[in-house]
């Protein structure tokens, strides 16, 4: 009697195993609903800003989360917020939208990247620069990493703080692409915000620039 109950235990069991494998394999969407994940950054450089200096935001949004938080930084540093924008936008449609993102970061991948409009003729002018984006499939959202790939290399000498939100995928994939495409710049501690967290987004923020030693004018 007992072997006989063994098996529909068993078979409930791998059931179950197997039903949350496929879960965790969900893809991630972007700026939109998810569970909180923020896996830290342990890539940061151990160095940052000292002091008021001369801050600029970049960001690139699509849902709005992303450049929400820019806004806020830039209001509350009172500094330049610059958007990077697509030279084709983002299609309305979520499902189209994400395909596209999947192209074109397999084009990336081949070193062929997406086209932007915008262009930032004085880097040399900022201290720190704040670059946020939203997080696409785990990676930097693709318009970031195409005026990183053009820019990237003159902020050598730059700190460079990334922020970011996501709908659960950590940070880490997109710091370590930011490394790749500004090598010489040093990297202050991330921040990741998700729909768990947008809501506190003006108190995460003051927290963060407070770690990261940067004071408003």
């Known amino acids: 009697m007992k072997r006989f109950l063994l098996f529909p235990f068993m078979f409930l069991l791998v059931f179950s195993v197997t039903a949350c494998d496929k879960d965790s394999d969900k893809t991630d969407d972007t700026e939109q609903n998810g569970n909180e994940n923020n896996d830290g950054d342990d890539n940061n450089d ?7 200096g001369k801050y600029l935001v970049l960001f690139a949004s699509r849902s709005g989360n992303t ?20 030279t084709v936008a983002y ?3 979520y499902n189209l939208m994400l395909a596209r993102a999947q192209r074109e970061q397999s084009a990336i991948s081949q070193g062929n990247y997406p086209a932007i409009n915008t262009t930032v003729e004085n880097l040399e ?15 930097m959202a693709t318009p970031m990493q195409t005026f990183l790939h053009n820019q990237g290399s003159q902020l050598a000498g ?5 922020f970011a939100s996501s709908g659960s995928s950590g940070i880490s994939t997109s710091v370590t692409e930011a490394r790749a495409l500004s090598p010489n710049a040093t990297f202050t501690e991330t921040l990741l915000l998700t729909s768990g967290s947008l809501g506190q987004m003006e108190s995460r923020i003051n927290a963060w620039l407070r ?4 004071l408003a004018e």
Do not use: R
């Open 211 to 214: 770690q990261i030693n940067i």
């Open 158 to 162: 730059k700190h460079i703080a990334l």
């Open 125 to 139: 002018d900022y201290d720190v620069v704040f670059i946020g984006y939203p997080i696409w499939y785990g990676h």
């Open 67 to 86: 450049e929400s938080m820019a806004e806020a930084i830039g209001k509350t540093l009172n500094c330049d917020v610059v958007e990077i924008v697509p």
């Open 46 to 52: 151990g160095e940052n800003p000292t002091g008021n």
């Open 91 to 93: 299609d309305e449609d």
